[in-house]
């Protein structure tokens, strides 16, 4: 699946602020980090503070900080600021879905979402600063390429 | 501790294996947080998971001061769905006035140096997708998604019954 740009810079510049707690950080900091537009990115974390999440500091050495808790502020906490997440209602539109095949799909696709919903609900920041720290995904990398070789062997 | 885990950090909680004393706190204990005092599971999980040497199974307690703060079950499985033998964790709770002090942690980590030492190089669980409370903890703890996908049917409660019975009856 892929995230919403929006969503993407949210999760972005909460990480950021929350590994850096003691300090205020300005937007082109984070925007010169990820190598995103700044202005984009400016947008994203006014509605971060309409929703409570971020503070603006005003002033010389102003910048954003954390208003919340990284341990109790989740993924989904973010992401759903920016775009629906988990099973849509089907109430008022997709016709199809009165139809078996439509019905079948539907199921389906309420299962992937249930899916996602749990993930994005379950993973808080400071998780994510965690997982960050054990880099998973190196280690999926370097098991990857003995595979790839054996692979080219056959 | 031969088969169990012990910890004991100066003037901090000791998570070790439970005793038999320990099941009216713990029956208490989990009734507190589930609201169901689940008397006879208790006694046939004290059977299986108490304290043997060389045992794959583990009943960790948390005490603190002479009182349960919380709990975790967990057993090494062998084979299960084809898959080499790792450590399972069917349960952990703490007091709820106890929790955001690093009990669940504690608790998670000596059941995981038990596992360690039976050579296990894994440990699984499984929960309720909705249960955001304990799967928020094993996230924390480092756990993602394995390589199994869980799925499930609702059985024909009329034609189960009969297939019972007839069974009962031959």
């Known amino acids: 699946m892929k995230l919403q740009k929006a969503s993407s810079f949210a999760l972005y510049a909460v990480i950021e602020l929350a ?29 971060l503070g ?27 906490d973010v992401i759903q600021i920016f775009e629906p997440v988990g099973p849509q209602s089907t109430a008022n539109g997709d016709p199809e879905i009165a139809t078996d095949a439509g019905g079948a799909l539907r ?10 919903l749990a993930t994005f609900r379950s993973i808080t920041i400071s998780t994510m600063l965690k997982l960050m720290a054990r880099k998973p995904w190196a280690n999926a990398v370097r098991a990857a390429r003995p595979a790839r070789r054996a692979a080219s062997n056959r | 501790m031969k088969s169990g885990a012990v910890s ?6 000791r998570i070790r294996p439970a005793v038999r004393s320990d099941m009216q706190a713990l029956i208490a204990l989990d009734e507190e947080i589930t609201g169901f005092a689940k008397r006879k599971y208790w006694n046939e999980t004290f059977s299986r998971h108490r304290v043997r040497p060389r045992s794959p199974r583990f009943l960790l307690v948390a005490e603190d001061n002479g009182s349960i703060e919380g709990f975790i079950i967990g057993e090494v ?9 790792c450590g399972w964790i069917f349960a ?26 039976t050579g296990v190089t894994k440990v699984r669980t499984i929960m309720a997708r909705d ?40």
Request: proline content about 5%.
């Open chain 1, 19 to 47: 590994a850096n707690p003691a300090h205020q950080l300005a937007g082109t900091e984070i925007a010169e980090k990820y190598g995103i537009s700044a202005h984009h990115l400016a947008k994203v974390l006014r509605d």
């Open chain 1, 50 to 76: 309409r929703a409570g999440i971020v503070d603006a500091v005003r002033g010389v050495g102003g910048g954003y900080k954390l208003a919340v808790n990284p341990k109790r502020l989740t993924l989904l």
């Open chain 1, 107 to 116: 199921t389906v696709l309420d299962e992937l979402d249930d899916h996602t």
């Open chain 2, 8 to 13: 004991k950090k100066p003037g901090a909680l």
């Open chain 2, 77 to 85: 499985r062998a084979w299960e769905f084809g898959e080499p033998p």
């Open chain 2, 92 to 117: 952990v709770q703490v007091r709820p006035k106890t929790r955001l002090k690093g009990v669940g942690t504690q608790l998670f980590e000596v059941l995981c140096d038990a596992f360690r030492r």
């Open chain 2, 131 to 170: 249960n955001h409370l304990v799967l928020s903890f094993f996230r924390s703890q480092g756990m993602m998604a394995g390589p199994f996908i869980e799925l499930e049917t609702a059985l024909d409660g009329a034609n189960a019954k009969e297939r019972l019975h007839e069974a009962a009856k031959s």
